[in-house]
């Protein structure tokens, strides 16, 4: 599975058609994706289209056909077009990830794999988020024009949780 054929199915839809001919300002401002290992069906594959006319954002969720949903917002902060002209393979990402674990010496098991695809510094960055055996997690970014990593953080769960012991006051 990759984005162009994600991408070209959202465009080939009547909800998508009708949306842009209603809305002809409109461009996609994020992506996100979720990749389950253990159970493929709970995939999820979300498309955000932004509308500067009315300030409002909107998302077409891809997993059981097509589905256009108003996305709630409490910034009216300009969301940056992404480009979608360097697309990717979900299970290259996935040998991408594998080797940098191997490279950073981490053997856990991937879980669930989830990306959102924005756009930073002028260019589309898909930010990852890696779900590992024994709560562990790796965050990493990859540069979608160079196909490359570009960040990886092995962290666990524990590190993301804020952890009081009994008896500590604040």
């Keep these: 599975m990759n984005s162009q ?51 409002k954002t909107f998302t077409f969720e891809l ?5 256009l949903v108003p996305t709630e917002r409490t910034d009216e902060i300009i969301l940056d077009k992404v480009s979608m002209k360097n697309h990717f393979d979900f299970d290259e990402l996935k040998e991408l990830t594998l080797n940098e674990m191997a490279a950073n010496k ?15 510094d002028d260019g589309d960055v898909l930010f990852g988020t890696i779900f590992l055996s024994g709560l562990g997690l790796i965050r990493m970014n990859f540069d979608l024009e160079k196909n ?18 009994k008896g500590d006051k604040k």
Excluded: W
């Design 5 to 55: 054929f994600l991408f070209e199915k959202l465009e080939a839809s009547d909800e998508y058609k009708k949306f842009m001919k209603e809305n002809r300002g409109a461009y996609l401002c994020s992506a996100f994706f979720i990749i389950d290992m253990d159970k493929n069906p709970e995939n999820k594959y979300h498309f955000d289209f932004y509308v500067p006319e009315n300030k």
């Design 148 to 165: 490359k990593v570009t960040d990886f953080e092995k962290k666990s769960l524990f590190d993301m949780m804020k952890i009081v012991k």
């Design 106 to 120: 981490v053997t856990n098991k991937i879980q669930k794999m989830i990306f959102s695809l924005q756009n930073r």
């Design 63 to 67: 997993e059981n056909g097509i589905k």
